[in-house]
């Protein structure tokens, strides 16, 4: 398919589906896009919804005629104050307020204070269930950002509103995806976005790529329209299989795959460094932004012109830090994909104007190299007439989730394991720990998921050369310790040990640090914490979580600082560097150890596997052991414990 080609099945691809979606009945869309309402892949980014007009209240509700429940995540309010142009996040500024409280632990004001992608309002069953912001006169919201529900159930929202009320109490519907008025014009738009992001998508690829790419994206695009063309063809209600649909999406999920290759940071010395090509672009100044992923600047950026071997310019640490500082929410395009840190931005004046053949930047360590995968570059001449991108990293990120909202829309319910590999491989490509979280709630209990998840992060990992690279566990996407300096990891180990023995306790390797050290003489190759354990004697079930309390008192008095873990469990975290290292709290009584065990419920177990304490030799030291190391890995995690396994309780 040539390019001409390829824009023309594009082109078409949106006005086949713009018609179709403007004239087809609620069924008729919903039997084609059973998804465009609400879809599980809508859990982990924002729904954006832009404010037209003046409203003091804003109210989240169901509205059915019946009883339900309201629940959502999230909500962000942005806008100015006192009729200043600075857009803010003013949702501390309001009043809340709800129907009623499934839990007594949530209120009103969870829906901005609350953990993002928790669901942090829930009403109870009732007719109409709301939530509401109120806001003083002084405040226009601009934009709201609605983190819907984390979970399956997201695909129940379909009756969703968000509605803005003026200071009149007029009412002005603001989203509502099952309406007409609202919902028609939001999917065409998505449908749109989609095409255009995987049209942009194929021109990063050429040779064979390109070819495959082309046949799968013409093959998939095809059926989909096919579809649609039926419904307008026919009064009949396209019938369209479980089977199709999986085969069309599986055939775009494939097609992106295709550009998304390793993680493709960058080293910190000139020769390992980005170079951006320009073919001559008359240019003064240098823009460098960074989205989501926040280094404090670069190790230094070279200005070439020609074909010079020298750099005409050379810039240092020094004159690259950042220097202006923006809210995530400037620039919409990327905060509807999570990117909600801070925009840093830093320009560059190279002294005059040049005819620009190459940048060369680099950057100032490993950890660096690993913040960096959304760096956007932009050069401006003399008359500052505006910036030019020349290079955007973090576009096929971008380009990707909003390519996904077309395979969205083609299922309702479960995934296939083609697109839980996918988001998986492209949130470990560029660095998105923050969504494992939501994910791994997806995916935990449906196996043909979870282990799609883990060979999709596992495709990036060995592709880092300069960031430490992340692997998939339990904890999601961690760098192991076996990637971060031995020498520092165990100096605070033996340091940890040592000052544990002089409080007179016997801190044992437990858990995933115990079955390292017998089943791999090492780390875990994914682990990425340590695990050791004191036993307190004459403790019970009931006083466990007190003891710990007791303990981290008693550490915190003696210089090491720790803090309470999970609250149901006496954990204790101390941080060291990069490194957690973990203390559990075991209780003794009798013949029996009170120990955390799944999702670190306390539960018993025979106290002659773990008493009396034994040694084990690890990396030239000897450390505290339970008494029979093998049988309490076996009780931990089974009688398949030799056989490595990340996705344990993942």
Known sequence: ?????????????????????????????????????????????????????????????????????????????????????????????????????????????????????????????????????????????????????????????????????????EETVLYYPEGAALGRPQTISAIGIAANALEARRRELNGDLLIKYDALISDALSDIAAWMKQSDDTDKRPSISSKDRSSAAGKILQALSLTLGGAKDFGTTPEEGLEINLSGVDARHIRLRTFGETPFGFGGLEVYSGETSQPVKTFNKADLKFRYNYPGFHHNESFSVDLYANIQSRRVDIGEQHSISKLRIWNVNQQHAANTLFLEVAVRDNDK????????????????????????????????????????????????????????????????????????ADEIWPLTKHAAPLRLGKHGLRVPIGYRDEKTVMGHLVEMRDKVRALGHKPLFMYGTLLGAIREKDFIPHDDDVDLAVIMTGVGPENVNEECDKFIELLNENGVVANRGARHSPLIHCHRGPVTYDIFVLGHVGDTVYWPHTALKVVPERADIFLPIGEVEFKGEVFDAPADPEAVCKARYGDDWHIPNPAFEW
């Open 1 to 169: 398919m040539s390019k001409e080609h390829g824009h023309f099945l594009f082109s078409d691809f949106i006005e086949t589906g713009r018609k179709f979606v403007s004239g087809a009945s609620s069924k008729d869309l919903a039997s084609v896009f059973p998804g465009y309402i609400a879809s599980p892949g809508e859990c982990f980014f924002p729904t954006n919804i832009p404010v037209k007009g003046s409203f003091r209240c804003f109210r989240v509700t169901v509205g059915l005629d019946k009883p339900a429940s309201l629940c959502f995540s999230k909500i962000i309010f942005v806008g100015t104050v006192d009729g200043d142009d600075a857009l803010v996040d003013v949702s501390d500024l309001a009043e809340f307020e709800m129907s009623s409280q499934h839990t007594a632990s949530s209120s009103p004001a969870s829906a901005i204070e609350g953990a993002t992608f928790s669901n942090n309002i829930h009403s109870e069953k009732e007719v109409n269930p709301w939530w509401q912001a109120t806001f003083p006169e002084n405040v226009q919201v601009e934009r709201i950002y609605l983190y819907r529900r984390s979970d399956w159930a997201i695909i129940h929202e379909q009756h969703l509103r968000v509605i803005g009320v003026s200071q009149e109490g």
């Open 385 to 456: 007439q505006g910036w030019r991108l020349v290079y955007d990293h973090g576009s096929a990120y971008r380009q990707t989730c909003a390519a996904l909202t077309l395979v969205n829309y083609l299922f309702r319910g479960d995934w296939t394991p083609v697109q839980a590999q996918l988001i998986s491989k492209l949130f470990a490509q560029y660095r998105r720990k923050r969504l494992m979280g939501p994910l791994a709630r997806l995916v935990r209990h449906r196996e043909h998921l979870n282990s799609a998840v883990f060979r999709g």
